[in-house]
């Protein structure tokens, strides 16, 4: 009884947090206008606060709804911090989609960004069922890609989804990120747009920038997801975000961005996604 109630309080102190945070975040963030630096600027004006819809929107659009009624159990495998809205160890193909998926606000924006900064190769940590890895590939088809899952059942999934949205060029690495990411790296070379949304904890996220930064040039970029979602994920991102290596920061409150441009003064930001 006194493990129930502990388990119970304790997620509603993240909870909590999590409520302060997007409070906290609503009240200090900008726009385009409280953005001196051209680059960033650029970024609102063509990712951020950009409302242009692009082919491949509809496509993933269309794969969402038709998937989300699936009824179909995938068997769940936790290797990381668990997940944000469910703890079932089996569960629908549906649930995964309403629950687990991007949401399509966030991955317009990973579209968007991939387009605008056109990356040389495009990592992925955390494959789910694959929606995050079609909005990365669709905005640059040419750039090779890797995405990896901890979860076979869950990559085949996503192996499904990017056959039938012909991806089936993005590379899915499955096993635990220990042993797949330095693979995954020796195989890029180097990294142009890293998009991370694996282990939530504060070691794990930490031990990933480490590794990935080797692999990194001026022109890089990258993505923390859920970086509001705990206090571990909130220390983890202050930490990075305030690292001498990282030049620019974007915190956008559903993730993080770094960026690594040489020659400007370091800056950090908050900015809405409309």
């Given at each position: 009884?006194?493990c129930?109630?502990?388990?119970?309080?304790?997620?509603?102190?993240?909870?909590?947090?999590?409520?302060?945070?997007?409070?906290?975040?609503?009240?200090?963030?900008?726009?385009?206008?409280?953005?001196?630096?051209?680059?960033?600027?650029?970024?609102?004006?063509?990712?951020?606060?950009d409302?242009?819809?692009?082919?491949?929107?509809?496509?993933?659009?269309?794969?969402?709804?038709?998937?989300?009624?699936?009824?179909?159990?995938?068997?769940?495998?936790?290797?990381?911090?668990?997940?944000?809205?469910?703890?079932?160890?089996?569960?629908?193909?549906g649930?995964?989609?309403?629950?687990?998926?991007i949401?399509?606000?966030?991955?317009?924006?990973?579209?968007k960004?991939?387009?605008?900064?056109?990356?040389?190769?495009i990592?992925?940590?955390?494959?789910?069922?694959?929606?995050?890895?079609?909005?990365?590939?669709?905005?640059?088809?040419?750039?090779?890609?890797?995405?990896?899952?901890?979860?076979?059942?869950?990559?085949?999934?996503?192996?499904?989804?990017?056959?039938?949205?012909?991806?089936?060029?993005?590379?899915?690495?499955?096993?635990?990120?220990?042993?797949?990411?330095?693979?995954?790296?020796?195989?890029?070379?180097?990294v142009?747009?890293?998009?991370?949304?694996?282990?939530?904890?504060?070691?794990a996220?930490?031990?990933?920038f480490?590794?990935?930064?080797?692999?990194v040039?001026?022109?890089?970029c990258?993505?923390?997801?859920?970086?509001?979602?705990?206090?571990?994920?909130?220390?983890?991102?202050?930490?990075?975000?305030?690292d001498n290596?990282?030049?620019?920061?974007?915190?956008?409150?559903?993730?993080?961005?770094?960026?690594?441009n040489?020659?400007?003064?370091?800056?950090?930001?908050l900015?809405?996604?409309?």
């Amino acid at each position: 009884m006194l493990c129930i109630l502990a388990i119970k309080m304790s997620a509603i102190a993240k909870k909590w947090f999590q409520v302060k945070e997007y409070l906290l975040f609503q009240w200090k963030a900008g726009n385009r206008h409280s953005v001196h630096s051209p680059f960033v600027f650029e970024l609102c004006q063509r990712v951020f606060e950009d409302k242009r819809s692009f082919h491949a929107f509809k496509e993933i659009d269309q794969l969402r709804k038709q998937r989300s009624l699936e009824t179909g159990k995938v068997k769940i495998i936790e290797l990381g911090a668990g997940s944000k809205h469910n703890e079932d160890r089996v569960r629908s193909v549906g649930d995964l989609v309403k629950n687990v998926a991007i949401p399509a606000k966030y991955g317009e924006v990973l579209f968007k960004l991939v387009d605008v900064l056109q990356p040389s190769t495009i990592l992925e940590m955390g494959t789910s069922i694959g929606f995050s890895g079609l909005y990365l590939h669709k905005a640059r088809q040419k750039a090779p890609m890797i995405t990896l899952e901890g979860n076979p059942f869950v990559a085949h999934i996503a192996q499904q989804h990017f056959e039938q949205l012909n991806a089936e060029v993005i590379q899915i690495k499955v096993g635990d990120f220990k042993d797949t990411l330095s693979e995954a790296l020796e195989r890029l070379q180097t990294v142009g747009l890293a998009f991370i949304d694996g282990n939530h904890t504060y070691e794990a996220t930490k031990d990933y920038f480490e590794k990935i930064f080797p692999y990194v040039n001026e022109n890089s970029c990258l993505i923390f997801h859920d970086i509001h979602w705990s206090k571990g994920m909130r220390k983890a991102w202050d930490e990075i975000s305030k690292d001498n290596r990282v030049v620019f920061s974007i915190d956008l409150f559903e993730m993080g961005l770094v960026f690594f441009n040489k020659g400007v003064p370091k800056q950090h930001f908050l900015l809405k996604v409309k």
